[in-house]
């Protein structure tokens, strides 16, 4: 048989061959990690162990001194003395230096699920993460730790341990913010005892948006919102379908969203324009009258309130004009008891008849024939719209005010008394009297 020559090849090891035949082979120790702070220590493990080793850190062999070789990855050498010889690395590391928190943003809300990290450390082998207000405390093998700041979060610090083999080190303190998440309340208005709403097909109603946050903004399913939907009491509309329907109160409070529901169900009854009240003479208050969309039923019910007491039931009102300090209010209805009713605009004695503060309007020449004029005081006039009504509530016509001293043909009306609004856009409307001849 011919010789059969056996190669064995052992990790960071040197060997010479002749022929087929192993001459001399050397193994070195396997790399090695050890701290700074260390004592020094003797090296072995090398085979055959005739040799010597050398390289930093090392002042007579096999003595190793961390400190002499200070941080950093040091090739140790070890030769036999034939000259045949291996090397290793021994890893000099200190106590980890754990950097400041990567980020920027110190406010978080309610509810927020964030991330967090720090700069990767060279040989640490754990990351242990604790948030000063809550209960947080966990261990990672990365530098990176999530928290959902849901439930019961306050503001505090969040540090991070560094922790190798030799020690551990903190990084400074990062103060987080948790602002609590705005939800605001939804209230009505109209009908202070309801939780949820029964409502009717165009009934018009109040609501209010309570709560601590700075901003708000409504929306409504199955109906409109009428006038600002960024204020705290918001009026709406209930549209003309049966079904379901819904106000959202979005809100906001240091860069924190918030949001709560009011459901509705849409019935199948229809509720009346809102109505108007006129004074006639110097203490009765009518109420237009109106009818439903296909004009066939008038008002079967009318509720008179003075502030929150209701005070009569016909079309009309007799007051106390001295009462300068009463709001009055003319809940009207198809129904005879006075179901899917709408509520008037409030009517107060003495109450300036003004578009906006000392913009007044009168209407000449009063009584009239065939036309009639807008006047408004110096620098008061804005393009509007001018209405007309009939006693009964009902519009007879309509025309655009484009400049002062227009003038407004109303000669094919009947002659009687009738109703005028003048409608500036988000502005406010003025209401008046005219008697035709």
């Not at 939907?229 to 959202?248: E, H, P, Q, T």
């Not at 809940?331 to 003495?350: E, H, I, R, Y």
Request: glycine fraction near 8%; proline fraction near 6%; include cysteine.
């Amino acid at each position: 048989m011919k010789p059969i020559a056996i190669l064995m090849l052992f990790l960071s090891s040197h060997f010479f061959l002749s022929g087929q035949t192993i001459q001399q082979m050397v193994l070195c120790p396997h790399d090695t990690i050890v701290c700074l702070k260390s004592d020094g220590f003797a090296l072995s493990g090398a085979i055959p162990d005739s040799g010597i080793y050398s390289g930093p850190g090392i002042t007579i062999s096999p003595s190793f001194n961390p400190g002499l070789a200070n941080i950093g990855k040091h090739l140790i050498t070890y030769t036999l003395p034939s000259n045949e010889f291996c090397t290793f690395y021994i890893t000099v590391i200190d106590i980890p230096a754990v950097g400041n928190i990567n980020s920027t943003d110190p406010f978080v809300c309610e509810g927020d699920v964030r991330t967090y990290s720090v700069d990767p450390i060279p040989y640490v082998l754990k990351y242990h993460w604790k948030f000063s207000a809550s209960p947080f405390d966990t261990i990672t093998s990365f530098p990176t730790v999530t928290i959902n700041f849901t439930g019961n979060y306050n503001s505090g610090e969040l540090t991070v341990m560094g922790i190798n083999q030799c020690d551990s080190s903190t990084s400074n303190a990062f103060h987080i913010t948790v602002n609590p998440k705005p939800i605001p309340t939804i209230k009505n208005l109209s009908d202070t005892l309801a939780f949820t709403d029964n409502v009717c097909q165009n009934q018009h109603l109040t609501y209010s948006a309570d709560g601590d946050f700075s901003t708000v903004k409504w929306s409504v399913t199955g109906g409109s919102v009428e006038g600002d939907d960024n204020s705290r009491i918001v009026n709406v509309i209930w549209g003309r379908a049966s079904g379901n329907g819904s106000l959202i109160a979005s809100v906001e409070k240091n860069n924190c969203q918030g949001a709560a529901v009011w459901e509705v169900v849409i019935g199948n009854d229809s509720a009346p324009v809102p109505a108007k009240i006129w004074l006639f003479g110097r203490n009765m208050l009518v109420c237009s009258d109106s009818m439903n969309a296909a004009n066939e039923i008038r008002i079967q019910c009318y509720q008179w309130y003075k502030g929150a007491e209701v005070v009569g039931t016909k079309r009309y009102y007799v007051a106390d004009s001295n009462d300068k300090s009463s709001l009055y209010t003319v809940k009207t209805s198809f129904d005879p008891d006075c179901s899917c009713a709408n509520a008037s605009v409030t009517f107060k004695f003495g109450q300036k008849e003004t578009i906006s503060p000392g913009q007044k309007m009168v209407v000449v020449p009063n009584p009239a024939h065939d036309k009639i004029t807008l006047k408004f005081s110096p620098a008061a006039f804005r393009p509007g719209r001018l209405l007309l009504f009939s006693q009964l509530g009902i519009k007879v016509q309509e025309d655009v005010v484009t400049s002062p001293g227009t003038q407004t043909d109303i000669s094919r009306l009947p002659a009687g008394i009738y109703f005028i609004e003048y409608v500036v856009e988000k502005q406010g409307v003025f209401s008046s009297r005219l008697i035709k001849l």
